[in-house]
């Protein structure tokens, strides 16, 4: 009946996010400056520790609960479930059928060679299982990688907010994608 | 420089009295065209106890301020500064004016320029950032005129009365205020 499997990709794994084993391992990614911002586990970017990103977490997902607004998955490596970050989608406005997407991969490499499947997976879920009308993400110009992979999931830059984020030692721009469900069923829905 | 700083030439903006003001916000929401044009969530209604409760629990991380005619102290309408990033030095601003009778006379233009004021000389702050709805052409108007620039749009985001409609980002820069302040004096 159903040919796509929402959790699972060829190479990844969405899964529920356990606080008490993924937020250790998390803790470490918030050692690299990128993830810290882009995680917004604070409002001020430095290395949490565990027992933090547990609290957060755990937080994150009783609001999730309650009020069904936002959602949090753990990212994993399909061959041995091993955690390589999150995927969130951090606001789901149900009356405008509008949400935000969010996929941290802890890793610099990982992230080379698994941003764009988890984005596609977070896309999936969001239109093919939410029935988003539009999905949005952001990003700051220092991160052109990220850029690239949004731009190339079929997201369109549609706004550029000048000098919204300082990051080592300078302004930068932010930069916000975003595509319709019309455009990603042009692109990506298997017949 | 004026010794308050948040008096303009209309108006002037002053702290949220609980009692009072809760009633006044939950009586301008009847009004679904206000809600329609200040929220990007659907329009609903509360009561001046949930109003009160909201404000008490979140007033400490925000900057909230009814705006208040100057000439007779009628309070027409609310503006506040959210989600300030201290490390960027950025913020949100959300504002309406309540009563109809006040709309398109000028009265949130002067708001917003005292706020900004407050954001730029006072708090520190090096940007400040907005959203506005496609069809609010007023609101549009009237950010510019204070030297907010559009940033770009994300179209369709949103539904209102039916529609789908563009949510717009307008940002403005300290220097480009500080520019407009030398232009004006």
Known sequence: ?191 | MNGDSLTGNLVRLVAIDLDEDARLLSEWDRDSEFQRLLNSESASRYNSKQVREFFEKEIDSMHFYMIQRLEDNRKIGLIDLNGIDWVSRSAWVGIGIGEREFWGKGYGTDAMKVLLRYAFTILNLQRVTLNVFDFNQRGYASYKKSGFKEEGRLPGALFKAGKRCDLIFMGILRSEWEELQNQTQ
């Open chain 1, 1 to 191: 009946m159903f040919n796509t499997q929402l959790f699972e990709a060829q190479s990844l794994l969405l899964d529920a996010y356990d606080p008490e084993k993924d937020a250790v391992i998390e803790a470490g990614f918030t050692r690299r400056w990128d993830y810290g911002w882009g995680s917004q586990l604070d409002a001020a970017i430095h290395p949490l520790s565990s027992f933090q990103v547990k609290k957060k977490r755990e937080e994150q997902l009783k609001r999730s609960a309650e009020s069904r607004d936002s959602f949090l998955f753990a990212v994993r490596l399909r061959e041995d479930a091993r955690f390589i970050g999150v995927l969130e989608l951090p606001w789901v406005s149900w009356s405008n059928r509008l949400a935000w997407l969010k996929v941290l991969i802890g890793e610099e490499n990982l992230e080379t060679m698994y941003l764009a499947e988890a984005l596609t997976m977070g896309l999936r879920y969001a239109f093919e299982e939410l029935d988003m009308a539009l999905v949005a993400s952001s990003t700051g110009e220092f991160q052109p990688q990220v850029l690239h992979t949004l731009l190339n999931a079929g997201m369109k830059p549609y706004v550029r907010q000048r000098q919204m984020v300082y990051f080592k030692a300078q302004y930068w721009d932010r930069i916000i994608v975003g595509i319709s469900q019309a455009e990603w069923n042009t692109h990506y829905r298997e017949e």
